[in-house]
């Protein structure tokens, strides 16, 4: 063989190595993480740490929280940018940003950790107002410009109690406000409707009511995990919201086999 044919070759199979290692990687989904309102992805590190060292390509949306159509955009550009299958996960109002970003064809499951499942017309804000009886409110402070944020005192027991005292006030003190545009933002089509879901019911968070976590993942049809914690689960216990997430992973590649 000439030099040149050898190393036409050489491009070849190389190329169809490469193939075979991108298909490969392929199968296995990558995880797209979306933060709720009044923080940023930040709060998600944890998580991302354990899904990368066990493998996993693993990105994280910012969202402005300023709309809902807008969260689902930025989603969706994260999406967009994925190589294969996605398992979209949401915490909290990013549940809601799930329930309509999640209808991207490349998204194969939506793991919601107590997180609002919201129906079609329905929205965040119509969630909240129908609580059951006794349970506990958020302290959602009144609109400034529009804009909402929590009582920071109360922070902590009512987002964050399991985390240490120093930990929990700096979350208070680093919230992102939240828009009223994205608290009452409505969905079109569920995705929970068609994709495989995933929900971690959390008995102790303060934010969303354990019975109502229980009766929107009931309705979405998920595949339940249940632990005890705070509405901040994923900053808390890490461990179990990854391999929540890591379930769904697995059932995304076992359908695609």
Do not use: C
């Not at 999406?79 to 909290?92: D, E, R, W």
């Not at 909402?148 to 006030?169: E, R």
């Amino acid at each position: 063989m000439n030099l040149s044919k050898f190393l036409i070759a050489g491009m070849v199979g190389g190329a169809m190595l490469a193939n075979g290692g991108a298909h490969a990687v392929d199968a296995r989904p990558s995880v797209v993480l979306v933060h709720g309102g009044f923080v940023d992805g930040s709060g998600w590190q944890s998580v991302y740490d354990i899904l990368k060292h066990d493998g996993y390509q693993v990105s994280i949306v910012q969202n402005p929280t300023s709309s809902l159509a807008d969260d689902v955009a930025f989603t969706k550009r994260v999406l967009a940018t994925q190589a294969g299958p996605v398992v979209l996960v949401g915490h909290s109002y990013g549940g809601a940003v799930i329930t309509e970003a999640g209808n991207a064809d490349n998204v194969k499951a939506l793991v919601y950790i107590t997180a609002f499942a919201p129906d079609a017309g329905e929205s965040v804000q119509a969630l909240i107002k129908n609580s059951p009886p006794g349970a506990p409110v958020p302290p959602i402070l009144p609109p400034q410009d529009g804009w909402l944020m929590l009582d920071n005192a109360k922070f902590a027991a009512s987002f964050a109690g399991d985390l240490p005292p120093k930990k929990a006030q700096f979350m208070a003190d680093s919230q992102v406000p939240w828009n009223v545009a994205a608290l009452g933002g409505t969905i079109s089509t569920p995705a929970w409707k068609s994709k495989p879901t995933f929900y971690l019911v959390v008995d102790g968070d303060h934010m969303i009511p354990v019975e109502a976590q229980r009766a929107m993942a009931k309705r979405a049809n998920a595949t339940v995990m249940n632990t005890k914690g705070s509405h901040a689960i994923y900053v808390s216990n890490p461990k179990v919201v990854a391999s929540l997430i890591e379930q769904a992973a697995k059932s995304v590649e076992k359908a695609s086999k």
